[in-house]
Every structure is written in structure tokens, then in C-alpha cells.
T-cell receptor, first 108, second 116 residues
């Protein structure tokens, strides 16, 4: 089968750094996506990784290790507006396999 | 540039009634998706279109769900008859459909269905 695992919920403090992990087992791999979804809103694209390594985009970075079936999303200098769910999705032979999402709670 | 437009945003119906959702994707996006999302879960694919062709409808409950994408632009998703378990958010998304991967998906705001 194909599956993606992410922690259900994480809590962090405003101004701190948080790492959200994603592990996957899929039959194919054409890349891994991270999306952000605020409560009651649609998911919005954050990052895409297809090669091993770190991709940095402002306060957000995403890392991929294909051999380990592992990715993480790193959020720096956390702001209250970063409170949201973060969804990991793997493109497996042009089918997107979605994780259940990690709800991130930011405390002042 | 306009994003993906969906309507209605909210719909409340009684079980066994029909319901329809409409989606207008971003201009030029050939690939269109309908997803179902329950609270605290990731999106679940119902159907994917490449232009007007349904290329993946394996997860669509065809006894009660139907979809169409006439002229390869707008799309409608219909449920008839609706059941209590169909209460969810129905998300439409579109993408350019790149050669090497699915590409970035652009989502509409979703249609929240409540079946009583």
C-alpha cells in the first residue's frame, strides 16, 4: 500500500523554530509537496522537493531524503499566523498521496 | 488573475436529496481535481480530469456521484441521492499538469456540504 505519516498535532512558541516530519512509503516518487491550510480555508502550496537536500524559501525550508522516505518542513521565527495544518503530499506516478496533516498550534 | 472559483460555499440538504457543486479552474489549467476533505484529514481524490477526459475516477462512488467537465473548462460534481456520510468539504483544484510531476495545485475555497 501507499501511506504517508505525519504527527497529528504540534505546539510551539512564537519566535521559535519547529520541525514537522513526514515519512512516506509509495510505489513511485515524482516529488514531495508541502501545503499550508488555515482552518476553514483551502490548502496553499508551500514547497516542492524532488532531489535530496534542503530547499529554503524565506522563513520556511523543506528537506528531502529519498533513500529514507523522509521529509521535514522547518519553520523559523514562528508567527501567530503560522497556526495552521501542514499537509505533506507525495506525487506517486502522477497520483498525489496526501498525509492527514499536522496541526501546528503557536502559543505567545 | 482569478483563482479557482467554486460554488456554492455552503450547502445544507436533507438526506436522499440531490446536490451539485460547480468549479471554474484557473484559465489555461488543463488538469482539474475534485477532492473530498473531512475535518482533520487530508484531501481524498474523487476524480481527476485532463482537459475533458476523466483519467482517474477510481475513488468516485459511481452509484451516487457523477462529474463532468464539458469543453475542458468548468466542471460540476453531483451527488444523488446524498447520504449522511457525504457531509464534508468538497475541494476543486487545478494545475498546469507538468510533464515531470503533478505540479503545484491551486485550490478553490471549497464547498461545505452538510447532510441532515
Amino acid at each position: 500500500g501507499q501511506n504517508i505519516d505525519q504527527p497529528t498535532e504540534m505546539t510551539a512558541t512564537e519566535g521559535a523554530i519547529v520541525q514537522i516530519n513526514c515519512t512516506y512509503q509509495t510505489s513511485g516518487f515524482n516529488g514531495l509537496f508541502w501545503y499550508q491550510q488555515h482552518a476553514g480555508e483551502a490548502p496553499t502550496f508551500l514547497s516542492y522537493n524532488v532531489l535530496d537536500g534542503l530547499e529554503e524559501k524565506g522563513r520556511f525550508s523543506s528537506f528531502l531524503s529519498r533513500s529514507k522516505g523522509y521529509s521535514y518542513l522547518l519553520l523559523k521565527e514562528l508567527q501567530m499566523k503560522d497556526s495552521a495544518s501542514y499537509l505533506c503530499a507525495v506525487d506517486s506516478n502522477y497520483q498525489l498521496i496526501w498525509g492527514a496533516g499536522t496541526k501546528l498550534i503557536i502559543k505567545p | 488573475e482569478a483563482g479557482v472559483v467554486q460554488s456554492p460555499r455552503y450547502k445544507i440538504i436533507e438526506k436522499k436529496q440531490p446536490v451539485a457543486f460547480w468549479c471554474n479552474p484557473i484559465s489555461g489549467h488543463n488538469t482539474l481535481y475534485w477532492y473530498l476533505q473531512n475535518l482533520g484529514q487530508g484531501p481524498e481524490l474523487l476524480i481527476r480530469y485532463e482537459n475533458e477526459e476523466a483519467v482517474d475516477d477510481s475513488q468516485l462512488p459511481k452509484d451516487r456521484f457523477s462529474a463532468e467537465r464539458l469543453k475542458g473548462v468548468d466542471s460540476t460534481l453531483k451527488i444523488q441521492p446524498a447520504e449522511l456520510g457525504d457531509s464534508a468539504v468538497y475541494l476543486c483544484a487545478s494545475s498546469l499538469g507538468e510533464q515531470s510531476n503533478t505540479g503545484e495545485l491551486f485550490f478553490g475555497e471549497g464547498s461545505r456540504l452538510t447532510v441532515l
